[in-house]
């Protein structure tokens, strides 16, 4: 092989080593660690990065209960930034944020992330989940920060199987079912008045009676 074919190889196999290193540092650490998927929404606005957002409803269809919002926040700025509010634009529903302990704010620290949604996490939780939209479809999110402002996106609305079953809403218990007379008593019954009322007016008169009776028989003779 000459000594030009030698350098052209040479080259092309650099440069396929290049692309590859490219690659996986374009996926990161990060990617790997929190399961990113392609089909997940994400975005970024100044130093605010939104990635993994879904809208996970209840695991089956007709299932009447919460739905909750997942995703991880990172915040690349100096200074720490607060979640004041997420919201579903064009919808009725309203989110409740909370954090992963105790209460106050949801807080993204400079240079840190946070996670919302799955145990342990903070959680954004849609009381009435039929109100952000049906299995299958897309749902626009709006988080609201402290130094970003608003930054929206449409998120997947899936249900919590499978993949998203760690991350999924809890489940409303199901209607108790109302006591039948057996198990709530029922009244006594005449019969049983009855029954109760003469043993119990009886017993200490009679054997008085019979006293009575005895001693004055005893008192004749």
Do not use: W
Not at 196 to 201: D, F, M
């Amino acid at each position: 092989m000459s000594r030009s074919l030698r350098h052209g190889a040479f080259a092309a196999t650099a440069l396929v080593f290049s692309i590859g290193t490219l690659s996986a540092c374009g996926a990161g650490n990060d990617a790997q660690t929190l399961q990113v998927r392609p089909d997940n929404a994400a975005t970024a606005v100044d130093s605010i990065k939104i990635q993994n957002l879904n809208i996970i409803t209840q695991a089956e269809p007709d299932a009447e209960g919460p739905a909750v919002i997942a995703a991880t926040l990172f915040n690349d700025g100096t200074k720490q930034e607060v979640v004041e509010k997420v919201t579903l634009p064009g919808t009725r529903a309203t989110v409740e944020l909370k954090p992963a302990k105790g209460k106050g704010p949801l807080v993204i620290p400079a240079g840190g992330r946070l996670i919302i949604g799955g145990k342990n996490n903070a959680s954004a939780v849609i009381e009435n989940g039929r109100q952000a939209g049906d299995d299958g479809g897309v749902q626009n999110v709006a988080f609201t920060f402290s130094e970003t402002g608003d930054v929206e996106l449409a998120a997947s609305i899936v249900p919590a199987t499978s993949y998203y079953e760690g991350f999924g809403p809890t489940a409303l218990p199901s209607a108790e079912p109302e006591p039948t007379p057996s198990d709530s008593g029922t009244p006594d019954t005449p019969s049983d008045v009855e029954s109760e009322s003469p043993s119990g007016t009886e017993t200490e008169p009679a054997s008085g009676a019979e006293s009575d009776s005895d001693a004055g028989t005893d008192a004749t003779h």
